[in-house]
Nanobody, 118 residues
Framework: VQLQASGGGLVQAGGSLRLSCAAS????????MGWFRQAPGKEREFVAD????????YYANSVKGRFTMSRDNAKNTVYLQMNSLKPEDTAVYYC????????????WGQGTQVTVSS
């Protein structure tokens, strides 16, 4: 599956952004989807994920209550609504897909930059 993330940009602290990740190439609804991020000089970290049928979402503690992940299987797209953004949310955000029966995310998009100014 191929993934294309978009929607990043520059926003002031307290603002909002919505990231999108469009998938192609495979049956999208068969994949769990995740968002990860990597800040300069830091390791990539988990942000959120959603099960293939949207029955379950899970968030990192650092974003819980501020970020919401959703998916539209008819549009082969997942979203990450980010509210109350903080400067520490600044990072390159990546979407990823995990195939049925696998534990690791094996497909990754190219990343979209999110910069939150104070």
């Amino acid at each position: 599956v191929q993934l294309q993330a978009s929607g990043g940009g520059l926003v002031q602290a307290g603002g909002s952004l919505r990231l999108s990740c469009a998938a192609s190439g495979r049956t999208f609804s068969n994949y769990d989807m995740g968002w990860f991020r990597q800040a300069p000089g830091k390791e990539r970290e988990f942000v959120a994920d959603i099960s293939m049928n949207s029955g379950r979402t899970y968030y990192a503690n650092s974003v819980k209550g501020r970020f919401t992940m959703s998916r539209d299987n008819a549009k082969n797209t997942v979203y990450l609504q980010m509210n109350s953004l903080k400067p520490e949310d600044t990072a390159v955000y990546y979407c990823a897909a995990r195939g049925p029966g696998t534990a690791l995310y094996g497909y990754w998009g190219q990343g979209t930059q999110v910069t939150v100014s104070s």
